[in-house]
């Protein structure tokens, strides 16, 4: 008896976690097409406003956020104000490069640059956190940056404003990994969630002050597209973070790059060379590796990178509070 018990606890557990790795795998579609949804605005608003009415829509996702006993007040509250007003700043900055860099970027390059994230998380762990990171970490790091300069190829090709705010994206995004992880678990994602919400909010809306363009019915349907998906890949990454543990829920990210070379080739006429091809390869090694090594450390996995959708970010960040 008591080993069909056993079994049959084994048996729901596999069950949930193959859930939520499906769960994960179907949040990061949803994300990549909530950023194909910038790309098709073509550039015709600015990426501040892309931004604020993204966030606008973004609110829809709190309840969702909202936990037995947080008020809903918490969205602004916090145990620590300067680094949430740190995560605040970070939110803002790395949503507006990230919509620049899909507006001015192939939806292949801009990722394989904000997947970059997870090696800026590790030299940021050493920097502020005093984190011991041995040469595996370091291997990946550097392949890292390897396949970027394969992608970008400096000296070969010219680069744009596009790839400068990828790459600024990417640091926004691991520093704010690197609040979260000094914050603690005492910090409540609702207002890990509310910093990066109002940060976005608050300053593109200060920016649109100087330049607005009033959408035309098919440019609010693909922002409503940007900010709602991006609200329900919050929603599904959380429900798979709830099912499937993180290290198994980190690595389906990657399959955004798929997601991005197709939307690339058939809607936006992108194309991708052998020599991109590799760097792309080594960049998506280089994350799969970091993951490995924390999660055989013990370390609170890096975010997804779901480019401009920073609240599936911290969906992911936060899940296991």
Not at 38 to 60: C, D, E, M, N, R
Not at 192 to 199: I, N, P, Q
Request: proline share 3%.
């Amino acid at each position: 008896m008591t080993t069909i018990i056993v079994n049959s606890k084994s048996m729901a557990v596999g069950h949930s976690t193959l859930r939520g790795v499906l769960v994960a795998f179907a949040s990061y579609a949803v994300f990549a097409f909530s950023d194909a949804s910038i790309k098709l605005l073509h550039g015709t608003l600015p990426s501040y406003q892309v931004a604020f009415i993204g966030a606008l829509f973004g609110f829809a996702a709190i309840p969702f956020l909202k936990r037995r006993g947080d008020d809903w007040l918490d969205v602004v509250k916090t145990t620590n104000r300067p680094l949430w007003m740190l995560r605040f700043a970070c939110g803002a900055i790395g949503t507006i490069c990230s919509i620049v860099a899909f507006t001015k970027l192939p939806m292949a390059e801009a990722f394989a640059l904000l997947f970059l994230l997870p090696s800026f998380v590790t030299i940021l762990s050493v920097v502020f956190l005093k984190e011991d990171v041995r040469w595996q970490r370091w291997t990946a790091v550097i392949l890292g940056f390897v396949g970027v300069l394969i992608v970008l190829r400096p000296g070969f090709r010219e680069l744009s404003i596009g790839h400068l705010c990828a790459a600024i994206g990417g640091v926004s995004g691991a520093v704010s990994i690197v609040i979260n992880r000094a914050l603690g678990s005492k910090e409540k994602r609702i207002s890990l969630y509310g910093a990066v919400l109002f940060g976005t909010l608050i300053v593109s809306g200060l920016l649109m002050l100087t330049e607005m363009t009033w959408p035309t019915a098919w440019q609010w349907i693909f922002l409503a597209s940007y900010g709602l998906l991006g609200a329900a890949g919050t929603v599904l990454l959380m429900s798979a973070a709830q099912l499937a543990p993180a290290n198994l829920v980190a690595p389906p990210q990657y399959s955004q790059m798929i997601w991005a070379i197709g939307f690339g080739y058939l809607l936006f006429k992108d194309s991708i060379d052998l020599a991109m091809a590799l760097g792309i390869v080594l960049i998506i090694f280089s994350g799969l590796l970091t993951l490995a090594r924390e999660r055989k450390r013990g370390t609170r996995l890096p975010a997804a990178v779901v480019a401009a959708n920073t609240q599936g970010a911290l969906a992911a960040e936060t899940s296991d509070r």
